[in-house]
């Protein structure tokens, strides 16, 4: 058993009943303990299909228009029968196939339905109809770290700090999970109404038990050396995320940007 608190008030939780508050501070008092519950929690997730809820667009009413892409958009939409509010991710399905981007899409409904923890984002619900996907999450609201980081220029000491640390305990718990994320950058990283971030867009993630991969993935300036040369890699791919992470928020710009020292 391990305790959470946010706001000061303590409650035991089951880690396999109860989902993690959505914003905000915690306080997780046996660290070992929690890890292991997650990892029960993630296994049962992942090898359980995610059946899909009963809802359609009808059951929500748009807000406002978030976000969009290649292959599709993002809404701040409001369930009409709760009053709860969300970010809906509808991507359409026509263009998962035309950019062959299947297994992508399949990789990150799976992660996000079997993870829970503090500085990840989840997965609460999931409906499809003939044109799209819909991925519905809690939302974050105050936007990418990469704006954040254009709007400042770049980071004090403290702030890097406090941001690369939640970063750090995001990735040890995706590692203890046996999940490799392979694309950390500001831009996957979301910062909620208190300051607290969530690491989000998990299409590049690798379900990693036993050996290397070799795939080509991830965002330029941000790969590995071991990636580029084809040579195989595991978890320490993220950690050298971390590293471009560190240098980008206090110095204002990737390591190995072009014409940047």
């Known amino acids: 058993m ?3 608190s946010r706001n000061g008030t303590k409650k035991p939780s089951e880690l396999t009943l109860d989902l993690l508050p959505d914003f905000g501070p915690l306080q997780i008092d046996d660290y070992s303990d929690f890890l292991n519950k997650s990892k029960e929690y993630f296994l049962k997730q992942w ?6 809820d009963q809802f359609t667009m009808k059951d929500f009413v748009k807000l406002k228009l978030i976000g ?7 809404y701040l939409v409001q369930n009409r029968v709760t009053q709860n509010i969300h970010a809906l991710k509808a991507i359409l399905k026509k263009t998962i196939v035309i950019y062959k981007q299947l297994e992508h899409t399949k990789t990150e409904k799976l992660v996000l339905q079997s993870i829970n923890g503090p500085f990840t984002l989840r997965l609460n619900n999931f409906f ?5 996907l819909y991925f519905i999450t809690p939302f974050i609201q105050g936007g990418d770290l990469y704006s954040h980081l254009k709007k400042n220029g770049k980071f004090n000491e403290p702030h890097a700090m406090f941001y690369i ?5 995001a990735v040890e718990y995706l590692h203890h999970l046996d999940i490799v994320y392979r694309d950390i950058k500001p831009e996957n990283i979301l910062m909620d109404h208190t300051g ?3 690491l989000a867009d998990y299409g590049f993630c690798k379900y990693l038990t036993t050996g290397r991969t070799y795939s080509l993935c ?3 300036e941000y790969l590995a050396p071991e990636v580029l040369l084809s040579r195989g890699y595991g978890k320490s791919v993220d950690w050298w995320g971390i590293g471009i992470l560190t240098f980008e928020l206090t110095a ?6 072009e014409n940047k020292p």
């Open 196 to 198: 607290y971030l969530k």
């Open 68 to 74: 969009s892409g290649a292959f599709g958009k993002i």
């Open 218 to 220: 991830g965002t330029p």
């Open 128 to 132: 499809k109809d003939n044109s799209y």
């Open 2 to 4: 391990f305790k959470l």
């Open 165 to 169: 640390a939640q970063m750090i305990l």
């Open 47 to 52: 090898n359980t299909p995610f059946k899909q």
């Open 252 to 257: 204002g710009f990737s390591p190995f940007t």
